[in-house]
């Protein structure tokens, strides 16, 4: 297709899914396979654990620290706040970013402790909105026999019922879902034909959003 204006921009790929769905793993499966490709590329986490907030969050998720439930939802927003004006440059200069956990993450994991969903979403409006958003689809129970959690404060299978349950409410009929109980490169094929489609859409003119 002809982008006559010659503004391609790169897609915003978001990756979503309980702890342990292999989100991670695939995300960095895909980074050289798109680059192979010949797409400029970059891959950002949430939360982004190397800012000063990002700090205060790996205190509380690895319990060191004690916060109310307000305070560390809003802490996990404002970490994606302090990376929007980065991540709108990145987008407009033509790299695709795939990006591990993003508002979906926000808004599942404090509605799961009980906050009203639309206090979990003020905070969010006004973020980049993705271009794509795939669900890496497991039980929490398949999640939990996974080798084990890592310990962290939401890792318990309780909690990541009611979080798979807020994932549930969240997600509409823009998401793909992907089965995360196929083979690792089953998994990594579908992700890159999905990527490689949002990427073109995106060169072809799609507008950035939010
Ligand atoms: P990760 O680094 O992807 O393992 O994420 C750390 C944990 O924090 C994981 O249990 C998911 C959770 N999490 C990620 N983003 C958010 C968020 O915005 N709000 C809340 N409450 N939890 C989040
Ligand atoms: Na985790
Ligand atoms: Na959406």
């Excluded at 342990?20 to 396979?33: D, E, I, M, N, V």
């Excluded at 800012?51 to 205060?56: H, I, K, N």
């Excluded at 980049?128 to 958003?133: C, F, I, K």
Aim: aromatic share 8%; with cysteine.
């Amino acid at each position: 297709c002809n982008n006559s204006k010659g503004d391609s921009r790169g897609a915003l790929i978001v990756l979503e899914g309980l702890d342990r769905c292999g989100k991670t793993s695939q995300c960095s499966r895909l980074l050289p396979s798109l680059e192979g490709l010949g797409h400029s590329v970059e891959s950002w986490r949430f939360p982004d654990r190397n800012t000063g907030v990002g700090q205060m969050i790996s205190a509380y998720l690895s319990n060191q620290s004690q916060l109310d439930d307000r305070a560390i939802h809003l802490l996990f927003s404002a970490n994606r706040w302090e990376k929007r004006s980065l991540m709108e440059a990145k987008l407009k200069s033509g790299t695709t970013l795939i990006v591990d956990r993003y508002s979906y993450s926000g808004v599942a994991f404090s509605s799961a402790k009980g906050l009203d969903l639309q206090w979990c979403k003020a905070p969010e409006v006004g973020l980049l909105a993705p271009d794509l958003v795939v669900y890496l689809d497991i039980s929490p129970e398949k999640a939990a026999e996974r080798g084990g959690y890592g310990g962290e404060r939401y890792e318990q299978l309780e909690f990541q019922r009611k979080v798979a349950q807020s994932y549930h409410t969240l997600s509409d009929a823009s998401w793909k879902i992907v089965d995360a109980t196929l083979p690792i490169e089953d998994i990594e094929t579908q992700l890159k034909e999905m990527a490689v489609d949002c990427i073109n859409t995106c060169k072809n003119g799609k507008s950035l959003s939010h």
